[in-house]
Antibody, heavy 118, light 105 residues
């Protein structure tokens, strides 16, 4: 069964850092790009970042560029989101989702919660 | 960035009726549009990709249409499990953007 296993969320103070991880199970990230998408409490979906299949080309939302870093490890079929200089408005459920043959996000992780509070 | 505007914000219908949801893009995105369904406490689920293609295991009562700037998600003969939030998403240009959502109640 194909699934994404997410980890790394938690509570952090403003200015702090967290590293989210997303591991593929039942399939591999090899050859696919991967997105991170977040959803603040009671709000809609916001795209955060994307890494291409090669792991080199990356895109970021303006709201996180320079603070967040996405990376891909094909050997472990894992994608990470390093989040630095966290702000209160970064608090959200973070989802990972690969871009596979459909060209869109056809499988999603269950999400991991990030809380930023002093 | 490309802004996606969904309408209506809330759609009130009954089981057995037809739902028509709209998504309008601020500039042409060809058919680079997807629709997702999200239920409370769950991750989104891909319904339609490339504007009109049903994703795997999606029932035939869900259909999508449109190209350029105007897109529609139609749900024929609503089932109780269809009452949820629906989002459109474009990948016609960076950054990826989502619509604000339509609540089907």
């Amino acid at each position: 069964q194909e699934q994404l296993v997410q980890s790394g969320g938690g509570v952090v103070q403003p200015g702090g850092s967290l590293r989210l991880s997303c591991a593929a199970s039942g399939f591999t990230f090899h050859g696919y790009g991967v997105h991170w998408v977040r959803q603040a409490p009671g709000k809609g979906l916001e795209w955060v970042a994307f890494v291409w299949h090669d792991g080199d080309n990356k895109y970021y939302a303006d709201s996180v560029r320079g603070r967040f870093t996405i990376s891909k490890d094909d050997r472990k079929s894992t994608v990470h989101l390093q989040m630095d200089s966290l702000r209160e408005d970064d608090a959200a459920v973070y989802y990972c989702a690969p871009r596979r043959d459909t060209g869109f996000m056809d499988v999603w992780g269950r999400g991991t919660t990030v809380t930023v509070s002093s | 960035e490309i802004v996606l505007t969904q309408s209506p914000a809330t759609l009130s219908l009954s089981p057995g009726e037809r739902a028509t949801l709209s998504c309008r893009a601020s500039q042409s995105i060809s058919t680079y549009l997807a629709w997702y369904q999200q239920k409370p406490g769950q991750a989104p689920r891909l319904l339609i990709y490339h504007a009109s293609n049903r994703a795997t295991d999606i029932p035939a009562r869900f259909s999508g249409s449109g190209s350029g700037t105007d897109f529609t998600l139609t749900i024929n003969t609503l089932e109780p499990e269809d009452f949820a939030l629906y989002y459109c998403q474009q990948r016609g240009d960076w950054p990826i953007t989502f619509g604000q959502g339509t609540r089907l109640e």
